[in-house]
């Protein structure tokens, strides 16, 4: 299963700029012809139930947004969503404190939202209160949650139903008008990741921001970094310096590489918690650790430190197993990385790791995964992990295809059955970097072709035969960077990829259909273009034109 060769070329993005102007010049609102609203049930990922009717509401320069007296959370996700359309619409949108019973966009905590099971389908109910209700009148639309994670999704929907011209930063013309009806909405799975690898490129902050305020639009809910590789290591670890300070110092094909300071990875988390994401820190172990063995020689068997690489073969490296030195450095990697995660997972990699022999495998994850336990954290490894014992309560994230022998799909099934949880990421589905043809000028094919249909025409709840379906806490859509260094890059291959996998994550299942996907799709093209994302044509839906 390894990648095959990587061919890096460039895109170039263009920001489309649209103004209005009068005579004299200035910028102004003015009535557009496309005055119906968007249809209620026109969004991605599909809602579980949608029932239109009555009349719509139109956001207007006296519009304001109204938010629970007292509660600072749900008055930061209502200023998010006047700061999103305050530069498009040009109006003001104070967000007011109490009086939720008057007009304009009001936010309500209310306990009885979101958990009902009226989502008909895993019945899992809605542990993360995540679920939410959106309902327009002419009055009001009103978004009302348990949680302010299901505020936050809700918010996601309306900017859905308004205009794509909404999400533009400069003023633009009206109307905004939000079609009538209520949604009811809770999500399938309680976990819907994305993961991206920062160590075969290094991105910066600003640029996983930017990726995290992407993935808020589809209501991901996990940001899986993948933070070190044989090619790099991105986070500071105080007690080990060199292994940021010298194994993040070069990348694929050389660059200089870069790693994340404690401080920038607090921001990125603080960061994706504002956005409603866990950060899921991932160090891959016992393979893809050469930077790593070049950081540190007493890491290797033979106490000789490796030299850094900047290739794509996978598969060379491995810690040394039998060595106390390893797991001195697994106990201050993982002590430190939980200390800065709030969150409840911690990935421990274990894929690939074609250099470390069987026994060495198992005994090394008997040892590693008490120690992410210790720590207070989850186990998240990739479905290799099912080789050895994993630990009660693990997670196995499979990225297996049709290729991959019944031997192995079985192990992981049998773990599954013994109680082992499954983020599926089969990769040729939710793989991001492969190819959606073969004249795709980014990413790798040797999961296959992934155009759109294949990525979103599957079923997280069936994909693995024998697996219990209560075994399947959600998906995630995974982003290797060999052939990736931009973000422009990045968001043509997670676009409109990333937007299926949500859906399989979110919806229903008895909503999943591909007719009715590729319109909801299609709409979702001119709202990439107005917030400025790279993203890939596909013949498969009919876009409208730009
Ligand atoms: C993987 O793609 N090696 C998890």
Redesign the pocket.
């Known amino acids: 299963?390894s990648?095959g060769c990587r061919n890096v070329r460039r895109l170039a993005t263009t920001g489309l700029a649209l103004l209005l102007l009068t005579a004299a010049g200035t910028a102004v609102p003015a009535r557009s012809a496309e005055a119906a609203p968007a249809p209620l049930d026109r969004i991605v990922p599909a809602p579980a139930s949608v029932r239109p009717g009555g009349e719509p509401y139109e956001i207007t320069s006296r519009t304001v947004v109204r938010v629970p007296p007292g509660n600072p959370e749900a008055a930061r996700i209502g200023g998010y969503l006047a700061g999103l359309l305050r530069p498009s619409t040009g109006y003001r949108l104070p967000v007011l404190p109490g009086g939720t019973d008057g007009p304009g966009i009001r936010l309500v905590l209310d306990e009885d939202t979101g958990d009902t099971g009226d989502t008909g389908d895993a019945g899992k109910g809605d542990e993360g209160g995540e679920g939410y209700r959106l309902s327009v009148t002419a009055h009001a639309v009103t978004i009302s949650a348990r949680e302010g994670a299901g505020l936050f999704h809700g918010v996601q929907t309306l900017r859905q139903l308004l205009p794509a011209r909404a999400e533009r930063t400069e003023r633009q013309p009206g109307p905004w008008t939000v079609a009538g009806g209520v949604v009811t909405d809770a999500p399938r799975y309680g976990y819907r990741g994305a993961m991206l690898d920062v160590a075969r490129h290094f991105f910066t902050v600003d640029q996983v921001k930017r990726y995290i305020d992407q993935l808020a639009l589809y209501k991901y809910n996990a940001l899986h970094l993948h933070l070190s590789d044989d090619q790099g290591w991105r986070i500071a670890v105080r007690s080990w310096p060199r292994l940021a300070g010298h194994g993040g110092s070069t990348q694929v094909g050389g660059g200089a590489g870069g790693f994340y300071s404690q401080d920038d990875y607090r921001e990125i988390v603080r960061h994706a918690a504002s956005r409603y994401l866990t950060v899921v820190p991932e160090i891959d172990m016992p393979g893809?650790t050469n930077a790593a063995l070049a950081s540190y020689a007493r890491l290797n068997c033979d106490g000789v430190a490796r030299p850094l690489y900047t290739g794509t073969e996978?598969g060379f490296s491995s810690l040394c197993v039998a060595k106390q030195d390893t797991y001195d450095f697994v106990e201050d990697v993982i002590g430190e990385l939980a200390a800065l995660t709030p969150g409840p997972y911690l990935h421990i990699?274990g894929?690939?790791a074609h250099s470390t022999g069987h026994a060495d495998y198992a005994a090394f994850m008997e040892r590693v995964q008490p120690v992410v336990a210790r720590h207070g954290k989850t186990v998240i490894g990739?479905h290799q992990l099912a080789g050895a014992r994993p630990a009660p309560g693990a997670l196995l994230?499979y990225?297996g295809y049709g290729r991959t022998g019944a031997a192995e799909r079985d192990q992981v099934v049998s773990a599954a059955r013994a109680g082992a949880g499954l983020i599926l990421?089969p990769?040729d589905r939710a793989?991001l970097d492969m190819k959606y043809t073969k004249d795709t000028p980014l990413g790798l094919q040797w999961a296959g072709l992934v155009e759109v249909r294949q990525s979103y025409d599957w079923d997280p709840g069936g994909y693995l035969e024998g697996a219990p379906a209560e075994a399947v806490a959600g998906v995630e859509a995974?982003l290797?960077t060999e052939t990736i260094t931009t973000s422009a890059q990045l968001e043509y291959m997670a676009f409109p990829r990333l937007a299926g996998i949500a859906e399989l994550g979110w919806s229903p299942r008895a909503t999943h259909d591909w007719a009715s996907y590729r319109v909801r799709l299609a709409a979702q093209g001119p709202r990439w273009d107005a917030l400025g994302i790279a993203h890939y044509r596909s013949p498969q839906v009919a876009w409208p034109a730009p």
């Open positions: 299963m990648p893809h996978v990699g894929d690939e990739w994230q990225w990421s990769a793989y995974p290797w």
